[in-house]
Nanobody, 118 residues
């Protein structure tokens, strides 16, 4: 069973930065396809950034140029560096993982709150 634990959320002013971390356990980390999602109040959960099979990274249009996704397989950890934060980035951010053989993400963290005020 894969366990995902997010950290790094917080309350920041617009224009500031945060770095989210997702620590994984229970499965070979390097074999997992991983991503960050977020869900704002009253909205559907959306993909923020994710690794695509083959090493390519996909970003949502709303975060391109501001957020950077990375992973450290030796530390079993994925990161999301978020710069130039905006109030519309306010959401609960979730770490997700799946096997390369699956179409949908079936492992989720508990979420970490990011609040950006202007």
């Amino acid at each position: 069973q894969v366990q995902l634990v997010e950290s790094g959320g917080g309350l920041v002013q617009a224009g500031e930065s945060l770095r989210l971390s997702c620590a994984a356990a229970g499965m070979s980390f390097s074999s997992l396809v991983m991503a960050w999602f977020r869900q704002a109040p009253g909205k559907q959960r959306e993909l923020v950034a994710g690794f695509i099979t083959g090493g390519t990274i996909r970003y949502s249009d709303s975060v391109k140029g501001r957020f950077t996704l990375s992973r450290d397989n030796a530390q079993n950890t994925m990161y999301l560096q978020m710069n130039s934060l905006k109030p519309e980035d306010t959401a609960v951010y979730y770490c997700a993982a799946k096997s390369i053989f699956r179409a949908t993400y079936d492992h989720w963290g508990q979420g970490t709150q990011v609040t950006v005020f202007s």
